[in-house]
């Protein structure tokens, strides 16, 4: 997917919402499609691959957004999804969502550039999660488990909470990419983290507590 911008697939039962979404995507350059409001339609559309990856909104009227997003990845052979939520509540849906290893996560009031940058970021295989979502996915989490990480583990998965995939990583620190998969299995045990998403989350709080 590198080298041109990537086809979205919006979820999104509120249609005036998916519509001014597909507007704004089409404005930057980006292929957008609106699934129609049907949870069975819109597991086919994500497992078609016609799209480089997909937009969910999780509070679907119509089938969960979070049971959905699980359903697809799962399957293993849908496009990468980028969950979408307007809660930071710890215990809410974005904490759930990050437990599903949905490599991206934004909110309903995340900036154009923050969803532009989201969206580019998980079609090219990179993660990505809105930094002002990051202390809601993170919790809970005692500070210290980060101090527990190697400086290599450290640098990776900073590199991984910048949105920089596997691949980049390996190349940016001159390492195998099985290496740096290592490093990322092992910092996510560290920090008893769920999913790398969870654990990139909580090594971007860290470093915004640090600054």
């Known amino acids: 997917m590198e080298g041109h911008e990537p ?28 699934c129609p409001d049907n949870p069975d339609q819109a597991l086919a559309k994500l497992r078609k691959g016609d799209h480089d990856v997909a937009l969910v909104e999780l509070r679907r009227r119509a089938g969960n957004g979070v049971a959905l997003a699980r359903e697809a990845l799962q399957a293993g052979d849908a496009v990468p999804v980028v969950l979408c939520t307007a809660s930071t509540a710890p215990r809410g849906p974005l904490l759930a969502a990050s ?30 999660v809105d930094p002002e979502a ?42 195998s990419l099985e290496t740096v998969r290592t490093h990322i299995r092992n910092a996510a045990g560290k920090l008893e983290a769920r999913t790398r998403v969870q654990a990139a989350a909580m090594v971007a709080c860290a470093r915004e507590e640090a600054r």
């Open 7 to 34: 086809a979205v697939l919006i979820i999104d039962d509120r249609l005036a919402v998916a519509r001014g979404t597909q507007l704004l995507l089409r404005d930057a350059g980006l292929a957008a499609t609106v």
């Open 134 to 175: 990051a202390a809601a996915v993170a919790q809970p989490w005692p500070g210290d488990r980060v101090a527990r990480l190697s400086p290599r583990e450290w640098e990776v998965m900073g590199l991984l909470a910048d949105g920089y995939a596997g691949p980049e990583i390996a190349e940016q620190l001159f390492l």
């Open 99 to 128: 437990r599903l290893g949905a490599p991206g996560l934004v909110l309903t009031s995340s900036s154009e550039a923050t969803l532009l940058g989201a969206l580019r970021t998980v079609a090219n295989g990179g993660t990505f």
